[in-house]
């Protein structure tokens, strides 16, 4: 398990308004807790030792929040200034990050555990010597508010492939992988999405994908909440 995250906090979280103009999306709360929460918990669990959480987004509440964590360890990526995207983002913590492969994850990425731990599959599926970067996919039939055409197409040896235009994938992207900061070590760009680094991973044929066991709950939008929750409580059952 790479020792290092990238929280992915500092979105405005636009298709969570209104409830994201006053609470930052991360700060949301899914099963009585913040979704932020439960992504550094899963992080902690599975012996990640430091999660670097950009801000800009109502950053003060996000700081406060994280202040009092011991594991994983904190440390704030500070885009008050300018919010850069998940690309420019990773670009600016590489300093921290350094040079060994890292875990990316989104906040509003929640998932139920199947028999064994999502991230410590992904962990033993990683060879860095074919991949430049593995994602955690879910099954986009079985997932909680997907409202798309799915992301990725999968190859028996576990290969990912864009979804091509006008047709259907079955698999989507969790927010969750392992990715190489090699990727990212010559950009001069200041702000840059991430999805165009993946999927120039794939046209090379080093984009791999891990599927998720167990179901993904993505909640992006403030009517996503209520079957998310739902999916919570009936798995606790």
């Given at each position: 398990?790479?020792?290092?995250?990238?929280?992915?906090?500092?979105?405005?979280?636009?298709?969570?308004?209104?409830?994201?103009?006053?609470?930052?999306?991360?700060?949301?709360?899914?099963?009585?807790?913040?979704?932020?929460?439960?992504?550094?918990?899963?992080?902690?669990?599975?012996?990640?030792?430091?999660?670097?959480?950009?801000v800009?987004?109502?950053?003060e509440?996000?700081?406060?929040?994280?202040?009092?964590?011991?594991?994983?360890?904190?440390?704030?990526?500070?885009?008050?200034?300018?919010?850069?995207?998940?690309?420019?983002?990773?670009?600016?913590?590489?300093?921290?990050?350094?040079?060994?492969?890292?875990?990316?994850?989104?906040?509003?990425?929640?998932?139920?555990?199947?028999?064994?731990s999502?991230?410590?599959?992904?962990?033993?599926?990683?060879?860095?010597?074919?991949?430049?970067?593995?994602?955690?996919?879910a099954?986009?039939?079985?997932?909680?508010?997907?409202?798309?055409?799915?992301?990725?197409?999968?190859?028996?040896?576990?290969?990912?492939?864009?979804?091509?235009?006008?047709?259907?994938?079955?698999?989507?992207?969790?927010?969750?992988g392992?990715?190489?900061?090699?990727?990212?070590?010559?950009?001069?760009?200041?702000?840059?999405?991430?999805?165009?680094?993946?999927?120039?991973?794939?046209?090379?044929?080093r984009?791999?994908?891990?599927?998720?066991?167990?179901?993904?709950?993505?909640?992006?939008?403030?009517?996503?909440?209520?079957?998310?929750?739902?999916?919570?409580?009936?798995?606790?059952?």
């Amino acid at each position: 398990m790479p020792d290092i995250a990238m929280v992915f906090a500092a979105g405005l979280g636009t298709r969570m308004r209104p409830l994201s103009d006053a609470t930052p999306k991360p700060m949301i709360r899914i099963g009585g807790r913040p979704m932020l929460d439960h992504m550094l918990d899963r992080l902690a669990q599975a012996g990640v030792g430091t999660a670097i959480v950009n801000v800009h987004h109502l950053p003060e509440q996000i700081e406060r929040h994280v202040a009092a964590r011991t594991s994983p360890r904190i440390v704030i990526s500070d885009e008050r200034a300018k919010l850069l995207d998940q690309g420019g983002g990773i670009a600016k913590a590489l300093p921290l990050i350094g040079d060994k492969p890292f875990v990316i994850a989104n906040t509003d990425a929640l998932w139920i555990e199947g028999p064994a731990s999502n991230l410590a599959r992904l962990a033993q599926a990683w060879d860095a010597d074919r991949m430049d970067a593995l994602l955690l996919v879910a099954a986009s039939s079985t997932s909680i508010g997907v409202d798309w055409s799915g992301d990725f197409l999968m190859d028996a040896d576990g290969r990912l492939r864009k979804r091509p235009e006008r047709e259907v994938a079955p698999f989507v992207y969790t927010g969750v992988g392992i990715i190489k900061p090699q990727l990212f070590a010559h950009e001069t760009r200041e702000v840059f999405r991430l999805a165009p680094i993946l999927f120039e991973a794939a046209g090379k044929g080093r984009l791999f994908g891990v599927r998720l066991d167990g179901q993904w709950l993505h909640v992006g939008a403030p009517e996503a909440i209520a079957e998310a929750e739902l999916a919570l409580a009936r798995s606790a059952l």
